[in-house]
């Protein structure tokens, strides 16, 4: 079965600092790994995904994540935070032909100025 | 862009009371999810709808019932709701690929 572990619960980080929210994930094939962020009383916006290809894509917002088959993780990563940043951040990983996602509890991120 | 739009932001409920909450998409999307969301649990699949009148049991479907009549309307109910279903209620659709999934706002249900 596929599952998806966030370590992190809550991260602080000042803006214009570095960013790298932890992803992990079990599944035994090719997994499609996603990338999603909620603001405060919002849905969930899409930032990246992973299929197959380039192991770093990007995401819109300035957001990239890595997607490394050894170490069964996909981290997500911003070289500068901005105020808006604040957030909670899911990871999700999916099968190829698959039906449905299978979510992380998620990574709360506060920004402190 | 696409659009999910879910017809109320926040509700409150009895005890008892059957619950309708609607999800509307207009991007002719073929597939409709019903999440629920919990802190520190993510987000659960409790059913999904590849197709008019399609449905499928997701993660955890007891105590809920969907209903998709047109392809872009996807109803969650809740026959006689009770505590333990207050919580964030999401409602996404995808295209072909059932994986990219767009979200509405959610509807925050509160059972009393």
């Known amino acids: 079965a596929q599952s998806v572990t966030q370590p992190d619960i809550h991260i602080t980080v000042s803006e214009g600092a570095s960013l790298e929210l932890r992803c992990n994930y079990s599944y035994g094939a090719t997994p499609y790994l996603f990338w999603y962020v909620q603001s405060p009383g919002q849905g969930l916006q899409l930032l990246l995904k992973?299929?197959?290809?380039?192991?770093l894509v990007q995401g819109i917002k300035g957001f990239e994540a890595e997607f490394k088959r050894s170490q069964s993780s996909f981290n997500l990563r911003k070289p500068s935070v901005h105020w808006s940043d604040a957030a909670e951040y899911f990871c999700?990983?999916?099968?190829?032909?698959?039906?449905?996602?299978?979510f992380g509890a998620g990574t709360i991120l506060r920004v402190k100025s | 862009d696409v659009k999910v739009t879910q017809s109320s932001r926040y509700l409150v409920k009895r005890t008892g009371e059957k619950v309708f909450l609607e999800c509307v998409q207009d991007m002719d999307h073929e597939n409709m999810f019903w999440y629920r969301q919990d802190p520190g649990l993510g987000l659960r699949l409790i059913y999904f709808?590849?197709?008019?009148?399609?449905?499928e049991k997701g993660d955890i479907p007891e105590g809920y019932s969907v209903s998709r009549e047109k392809k872009e309307r996807f109803s969650l109910i809740l026959e006689s709701a009770s505590t333990n279903q207050t919580s964030m209620y999401l409602c996404?659709?995808?295209?072909?690929?059932?994986?990219?999934?767009?979200f509405g706002p959610g509807t925050r249900l509160t059972v009393l």
């Open positions: 992973y299929f197959s290809g380039d192991t």
């Open positions: 999700a990983v999916g099968a190829r032909y698959g039906n449905k996602l299978v």
């Open positions: 709808s590849y197709d008019v009148k399609m449905k």
């Open positions: 996404a659709s995808s295209l072909e690929d059932r994986l990219t999934q767009y």
